[in-house]
């Protein structure tokens, strides 16, 4: 079997003519002169199976239909074990139908043209057909490498295709014929972004979900300001991602607020930013949600870092993420002992320093419901139950963690089927050494 041609291996597409009589053949060699493609010729099929075993990237078979021993459509479906990414055409003196539907329904081909045929047709023809070849050969490299992620990130799946099922995106405008075929390309890849965030925040164990609670804010925040589809999902990215230049820092460091820190432990964590856009910069989907973290440590008034920019010159969606990145810091490090009023006054003696004046009530009227559905109920009791003893509808009270510290729900998520079959799952591969809390009405 044919190996998936590589791209630059594309740039010159291969024909294969099959025809018993060598002046036709000339005749086809003649018309493709001029293009940028190497044309191969066989004067009987089992001449043209040589060829195919020995020329592995050939992208077109044309063949005649009548021709000794070997008819058109019995030569197209024996190339089809030896080559089965190329397009094959049928040529026809005869507009024999069953032929043609022979050749389609036994040799897959792509289309049959009459003999004698006119040379414009028979060209464009062909070009379509290597058009094609090229479009199926990409999409086969492509899904090789969405196999290769798969495999390295298999105990990840489930819980990303839950998480991915939970974000309500819009559904984006059509797409053309080579973006639908890489359309599940893309969801793994949004998949890698959501178990990279994870992954980060297993480092410090005191900042769980510290990520995905800054995304949530910011992504309510920019559908407020009435922020399109796409600008949104850099937001999420920018925002699940915006600490991913710490993973280099020392421990300690991390512990440190910055004016702890000495002069050259504060140059070092002053390039965390910077090497945050970096690690994702050569990623091109990625490069708009670098740049907003880039600047998420900007100030309004240009006193931040790594750059100076001030006001309208930093990225909306960093003013966004450093507003709800700085209420998630203070909610952790309060222990819940700062209610959400006081810190309101303390950001607003911050407004036009460090924050968006603008940007602070519209964050504070996102945060505040999202904290209030995470905070304890006082209404309702808190049980501890297996998976197998949940219910659609409960409500869980607790992050829940498998046994080796992978979050699987956040605290406040209504439990539905496929979240309870998540949690029954990990609890069979990687056992937690508690129940699930849930929250239960009085």
């Given at each position: ?5 590589t ?17 036709i ?14 044309v ?19 992208g ?8 000794p ?47 004698p ?15 094609m ?40 405008k059509?797409y ?18 959501v178990?990279f ?34 600008e949104r999902?850099?937001?999420m ?11 280099g820092i020392?421990d ?26 970096a ?10 949600a670098?740049?907003?973290?880039r ?19 930093i990225p ?10 700085h ?15 006081a ?5 607003d ?38 998976p ?17 510290g ?20 990990y609890?069979e ?14």
């Amino acid at each position: 079997m044919s190996e998936t041609p590589t791209p630059s291996s594309l740039e010159k597409g291969n024909i294969l003519f099959v025809d018993d009589e060598e002046n036709i053949l000339r005749s086809l060699q003649r018309l493709f002169m001029d293009e940028e493609v190497e044309v191969f010729t066989a004067s009987s099929g089992a001449q043209g199976l040589e060829i195919l075993a020995r020329e592995t990237e050939v992208g077109v078979i044309v063949s005649d239909q009548r021709m000794p021993e070997m008819t058109g459509v019995d030569f197209l479906e024996k190339s089809k074990a030896i080559s089965p990414q190329s397009i094959r055409i049928l040529l026809t003196g005869y507009a024999d139908v069953n032929a043609a539907i022979d050749a389609i329904n036994r040799g897959g081909a792509f289309r049959y043209l009459n003999k004698p045929w006119n040379d414009d047709e028979l060209v464009q023809a062909v070009k379509g057909a290597l058009q094609m070849y090229r479009l199926l050969s990409e999409n086969k490299r492509l899904g090789g490498i969405v196999k290769k992620q798969n495999a390295e990130l298999k105990k990840w799946n489930t819980e990303l295709e839950i998480m991915v099922q939970e974000q309500t995106m819009e559904l984006k405008k059509s797409y053309d014929t080579l973006r639908a075929i890489n359309s599940r390309l893309r969801v793994n890849f949004k998949n890698t972004i959501v178990a990279f965030s994870g992954l980060m925040e297993l480092r410090d164990k005191r900042m769980r979900t510290h990520s995905r609670n800054v995304a949530e804010v910011s992504v309510n925040v920019a559908k407020q300001l009435g922020m399109e589809s796409e600008e949104r999902e850099t937001v999420m990215v920018a925002a699940l991602l915006h600490d991913i230049g710490k993973i280099g820092i020392p421990d300690l460091m991390r512990t440190r607020e910055a004016e702890q820190m000495n002069f050259a432990e504060r140059e070092e964590y002053l390039q965390h930013p910077v090497r945050g856009q970096a690690a994702i910069d050569r990623i091109e989907e990625l490069r708009e949600a670098g740049r907003i973290i880039r600047s998420h440590h900007e100030n309004y008034d240009g006193s931040g870092f790594p750059d100076g920019l001030k006001k309208a010159d930093i990225p909306l969606g960093a003013r966004i993420i450093a507003l709800a990145d700085h209420i998630d810091k203070k909610v952790h490090k309060a222990m819940g002992a700062i209610g959400l009023e006081a810190m309101r006054k303390e950001v607003d003696l911050l407004k036009g320093t460090l924050f968006d004046p603008k940007l602070v009530p519209v964050v504070f009227e996102q945060a505040e419901p999202f904290y209030k559905k995470i905070r304890p109920r006082t209404d309702h009791i808190e049980i501890e139950l297996l998976p197998n003893d949940l219910q659609e509808g409960m409500e869980a009270s607790r992050d829940v963690y498998s046994g080796t510290g992978i979050l699987l729900l956040t605290k406040g998520t209504v439990l539905a089927r496929p979240s309870i079959l998540l949690l029954k799952r990990y609890y069979e591969l990687d056992p937690a050494k508690q129940g699930v809390f849930v929250s239960v009405k009085e």
